[in-house]
């Protein structure tokens, strides 16, 4: 069965850049139509789309956040790493990578979520 | 502000019915297939419908979606207190070239 799983750190200062490993099973990141995306969630807030890579290296960014993300694939390793630049205190959220078919155009399996906090 | 509108709140008693609307436009919801998630508290959203009227396996057919236009309903019948949670509906916007999610729904079954 498909599963993901965060990684990083808990505590991060501002200013500080952001590193998040999601590591999978179940599926490959180079079988056509697959891909695996971030999405975040604030503290009582909404669900906020960060970015998304495809198997055929194909990267998405969120319009407003595309100058601070980078996203980069592992195939032979099943991970998926996000960075982050210039953390500010309103970047605490709760991280989550999900995987996603292209065709389908869902995020149909989601890791469990990493608490990342932007703190002094 | 989310690009796709989704009520803050709804709620209803027990075994009751609910609709959650979720309304966009043409460059989004209109021409892209829309998902629906629910987000029980303390744990990671999870697919309830795909492709504007889909369930994966395993979510109960007391969950539906319709599409009309630029807007989507998840329909939730028979309601359980276990349904207490917030929902978003997901899509991906072509003029924004990103997914975009609804500001969520949350359900309190009374």
């Known amino acids: 069965q498909i599963t993901l799983k965060e990684s990083g750190p808990t505590l991060v200062k501002p200013t500080q850049t952001l590193t998040l490993t999601c590591t999978f099973s179940g599926f490959s990141l180079s079988t056509s139509g697959v891909g695996v995306g971030w999405i975040r969630q604030p503290p009582g807030k909404a669900l906020e789309w960060l970015a998304l890579?495809?198997?055929?290296?194909?990267?998405r960014y969120s319009p407003s956040l595309e100058s601070r993300l980078t996203i980069t694939k592992d195939t032979s390793k099943n991970q998926v790493v996000l960075t982050m630049a210039n953390l500010d205190p309103v970047d605490t959220a709760t991280y989550y990578c999900?995987?996603?078919?292209?065709?389908?155009?869902?995020?149909?399996?989601w890791g469990q979520g990493t608490l990342v906090t932007v703190s002094s | 502000q989310s690009v796709l509108t989704q009520p803050p709140s709804v709620s209803a008693a027990p075994g009751q019915k609910v609709t959650i609307s979720c309304s966009g436009s043409t460059s989004n919801i209109g021409n892209n297939y829309v998902s629906w998630y629910q987000r029980l508290p303390g744990t990671a959203p999870k697919l309830l419908i795909y492709k504007d009227n889909n369930r994966p396996s395993g979510i109960p057919d007391r969950f539906s979606g319709s599409k009309s236009g630029t807007s989507v309903t998840l329909g939730i019948t028979g309601l359980q207190t276990g349904d207490e949670a917030d929902y978003y509906c997901g899509t991906w916007d072509s003029s924004l070239s990103a997914v975009v999610f609804g500001g969520g729904t949350k359900l309190t079954v009374l």
């Open positions: 999900a995987h996603r078919v292209r065709q389908l155009g869902t995020f149909d399996y």
């Open positions: 890579i495809y198997w055929n290296d194909d990267k």
